[in-house]
């Protein structure tokens, strides 16, 4: 093989260690935050989008390392495969891998907070450390059922309204009410992922929420968040904090209606396409929001 071919065939793995299909949840949110944000600004609007996509790169590596280095990743696995057990990657390549990735985040979220409110270093550095330690360190909270928690917050609160916020000066109410739908499905996301990894993060005494809830309620929680997720556009026009075009997002519904009577149905291998459409649901959804809250303004 040329040079070149064993460069590409370098980089797909590399691609695929970052695990592309879950990169939406950190997309959405910097959307959705730029169509609320008071006076949208594509210099800032792209500076978060670049903190957001690398802080989830660098959480796939670390997570890829930590599982691989713990023995959770296993031939048994059913999910995609990961670089550090498969051995695509030795384990050190993998770790730098992932402070690269960290460490962009850290720059650019540095540069952004200056350049707007040097407040927000504070809770960028806890946005690091929530990347550092969601599997790594000697308690790791994504093996004790806390990561969905952490990707509502992170990945919903902070990525969307925070991007509102360095395009402010004021956070609209907007930006608050459109956070959580999009961080309850980007934990959506997340479920069908452990809820795929369960009998594989069980047996390596990986607690994460779906090993703690088990199949069926884990399964009902997936349901709710995407329920809650759909009524929320709803709720914020009623109560007069979104626009009427907010419930554009609704056209996503079929959507989420297949994601949800799939995954109530699906088991092992079967549920790998159902991350990808809980992906896809959570893009169609949040492009739609935005493009309401963009209307609004027109």
Not at 247 to 266: K, N, Q
């Amino acid at each position: 093989m040329s040079a070149a071919g064993r460069g590409r065939n370098r980089a797909a793995v590399w691609l695929l260690g970052a695990r592309p299909r879950t990169l939406v949840a950190s997309i959405a949110p910097v959307v959705v935050g730029t169509a609320a944000a008071e006076h949208p600004d594509p210099r800032f609007a792209g500076a978060a989008l670049v903190v957001a996509v690398a802080l989830q790169v660098g959480v796939n590596y670390a997570n890829d390392y930590a599982d691989g280095m713990r023995g959770v990743d296993t031939a048994a696995r059913v999910g995609p495969v990961r670089l550090t057990a498969s051995g695509l990657a030795s384990a050190r390549a993998v770790r730098r891998a992932a402070l690269a990735a960290l460490g962009v985040a850290a720059v650019v979220g540095t540069a952004l907070s200056l350049a707007t409110d040097p407040r927000l270093l504070v809770l960028g550095a806890g946005a690091v450390a929530a990347a550092l330690l969601y599997a790594g360190g000697p308690r790791p909270y994504g093996a004790l059922g806390l990561g969905e928690a952490a990707v509502f917050v992170f990945f919903g609160l902070v990525a969307t309204v925070g991007t509102a916020y360095v395009q402010g000066p004021h956070v609209p109410a907007a930006a608050w009410w459109s956070a959580v739908p999009i961080g309850l499905l980007a934990v959506g996301i997340m479920l069908v992922n452990n809820l795929r990894d369960l009998p594989t993060d069980r047996e390596a005494g990986k607690r994460t929420l779906a090993v703690r809830l088990g199949e069926r309620r884990t399964r009902i929680l997936y349901g709710a968040a995407v329920g809650i997720a759909l009524a929320t556009p709803v709720a914020g026009v009623a109560a007069g904090a979104l626009p009427p075009g907010a419930l554009l997002s609704l056209v996503a519904a079929p959507v989420a209606i297949g994601a949800l009577v799939r995954v109530s149905r699906a088991r092992g291998r079967d549920l790998l396409p159902l991350l990808t459409m809980s992906a896809v649901l959570e893009l169609l959804f949040g492009f739609l929001l935005a493009m309401g809250l963009v209307a609004a303004r027109l």
